[in-house]
């Protein structure tokens, strides 16, 4: 089993609609989840921290489900420029500080 | 957020010869550095984790003695792939977190070509 898995995509939607990805975890030890956001060719970027309470970024909404090892990031009324790949990252847990597993990406295309 | 800096951004070198890239700290200590690779259509995956002053800690098949990774200063990691193949054309980048801080800040990865 991956260390993080995300949905297969690749995912090909209008604007303004709503996608949503999700994501499993099976380190039980990780502390920190993130979503970062990869353009082609390019580093990746954090797009958000996931916390257990949920959290909202403007359109991008994301969750986490502990219990379940579970991930999800919801992002509203999508824009043209949200067209990328969408990685979910979880740390290694215990001190290793920064030390990132990357699902392996899911690729959104969003068209006019 | 704090700035990583790696160079080259892109290389292209012959079979057969050693490509040194660089991964620097502009503001903060990086007392850790991280490196990743990706290949076309795959996610990063971890090669090394690099603590200031001490030896790397390699991923699990990945070669040591191939790919040399120095972080002999706070600012400063390097990864140098020695004898390199077309097989290790690829995307490296570097990513790096300084004391106490639990974020880690991405360099803007280095494609390497090998003819």
């Known amino acids: 089993r991956k260390e993080v898995e995300q949905d297969p995509g690749p995912f090909n939607v209008p604007e303004g609609a709503t996608v949503a990805f999700n994501c499993t975890y099976s380190n039980s030890a990780s502390q920190s989840f993130f979503w970062y956001r990869q353009d082609c060719r390019k580093e990746p970027k954090l797009l958000m921290s996931v916390y257990s309470s949920g959290n909202e970024d403007g359109r991008f909404t994301a969750q986490l489900n502990r219990a379940s090892q579970y991930i999800s990031l919801l992002i509203r009324d999508s824009k043209l420029s949200d067209s990328a790949t969408y990685l979910c990252v979880v740390d290694a847990g215990g001190t290793s500080y920064g030390k990132l597993t990357f699902g392996q990406g899911t690729i959104l295309t969003v068209h006019p | 957020g704090a700035v990583v800096s790696q160079h080259p951004s892109w290389v292209i070198c012959k079979s057969g010869t050693s490509v040194k890239i660089e991964c620097r700290s502009l503001?903060?200590?990086?007392?850790?550095m991280f490196w990743y690779r990706q290949f076309p259509k795959q996610s990063l995956m971890l090669m090394a984790t690099s603590n200031e002053g001490s030896k790397a800690t390699y991923e699990q098949g990945v070669e040591k003695d191939k790919f040399l990774i120095n972080h002999a200063s706070l600012t400063l990691s390097t990864l140098t792939v020695t004898s390199a193949h077309p097989e290790d054309s690829s995307f490296y980048i570097c990513s790096a977190t300084g004391r106490g801080n639990t974020e880690a800040f991405f360099g803007q990865g280095t494609r390497l070509t090998v003819v």
């Open positions: 503001d903060f200590q990086a007392t850790t």
